[in-house]
């Protein structure tokens, strides 16, 4: 029998044949490869987690294709666990072993906190969605941190018109933001949380519903008072250079959602906006 060394030497490597159509590529890699993750958690340090990963590389356009495999092998290297300190790390990794200029990984995951109810202090856990988007250009390196969070609005329309009570619905904020001192997770949550009508909870009794209740009356938002309020507190954040915050109401007695959106200004270096601006988390 053939020894392994023998056999790879003997079977072609079709992905490194000559293209001759000249056309780069931007992006080529793979996408939904599901891994453990371990996050910085501000109040337990570490938290585990399984992540759902896309990683890219951008292929020259002498190649015919990419090496998939070698995606894969760069993770299993990671002692079956990414910690977000080793994500550069990463992106160096797929730029030597793809020979390419450019690499991305994008990391989508659950994000667990322990909350307690507003009266009876009973705990449970309610998720949130995170996603780490980081790039490699070179040596110019970007991460983008965005965090998903879930929120209940009430509307100050209906609540003026109406006799009795006012609709009300739950809704999503999404805020991705650069940095360039660590913001954690926990406190993109809060601001987002004190910003709308009312934050959810996996667990309420009686009471406390009642509680979450008349608080979303006696605070109604717009979902343009909800992202102006979150933007507000994000500036009082230094460590933030750029943040987007979306805001989207699904709405309970429309057959369409309210939406809003506000980016800020990219940062300028020397008059001139800097596509790659450094951050870490």
Known sequence: MENTATVKNNLPDTQNQKDIRQIPIDKVGVKNLKYPIAVKDKEKEIQHTIATISMTVDLPKEFKGTHMSRFVEILQCKDREIHVDSIDSILVEMQKKLHASASHIEIKFPYFREKKAPVTGKPSLLDYTVKFHA???????????????????????????????????????????????????????????????????????????????????????????????????????????????EAENFESIHNHNAYAHIESHPVLVNGQSDDYMISRY
């Open 135 to 245: 790039v490699r250009n070179h040596n110019k390196k970007d991460f983008i941190l965005t965090v998903y969070v879930p929120v209940t609005t009430l509307c100050p329309c209906s609540k003026n018109i109406s006799k009795y009570g006012a609709h009300n619905q739950r809704g999503e904020v999404t805020v991705s933001v650069r940095f360039r001192d660590t913001v954690w997770i926990e406190d993109i949550i809060s601001i987002v949380e004190s910003s709308a009508s009312s934050e959810l909870y996996s667990l309420l009794k009686r009471e406390d519903e009642k509680f979450v209740t008349e608080r979303a009356y006696e605070n109604p938002v717009f979902v343009e008072d909800l992202v102006r309020n979150v933007v507000m507190k994000i500036k009082e954040n230094k460590s933030i250079t750029w943040f987007s915050v």
